[in-house]
């Protein structure tokens, strides 16, 4: 996707600049190379972001699973008359 829209931003920068002056094609080249790595930039930012939003979801979700779990083998133990760790066994 980040070569789809550098090809994009260069694609319509080349259109525009058929009709400029030398130092102005320069001044817009470099404006669209800036731009460009910007996005990139901004699209790698984007990507670490949300590897580590999805290793916290996943530890919050192992937790959430552990805490059911033990609360689970506690309500057991307390219904059978049993201790957690025969609980835990069956």
């Known amino acids: 996707m980040r070569k789809i829209v550098l ?5 319509v920068s080349a259109l525009g600049l058929a009709a400029c002056s030398e130092t102005t094609e320069e001044n817009a080249e470099d404006t669209v190379e800036g731009a460009a790595a910007d996005t990139e930039a901004n699209l790698d930012a984007m990507g670490d972001e ?3 939003g999805a290793a916290e979801t996943g530890e919050a979700l192992e937790d ?7 609360t689970a083998t506690e309500v057991e133990a307390d219904v059978e008359g049993e201790t957690e760790t025969e609980a835990a066994a069956d």
């Open 7 to 11: 090809a994009s931003a260069i694609a």
């Open 50 to 52: 949300m590897e580590e």
């Open 64 to 70: 959430a699973t552990a805490e059911a779990e033990e």
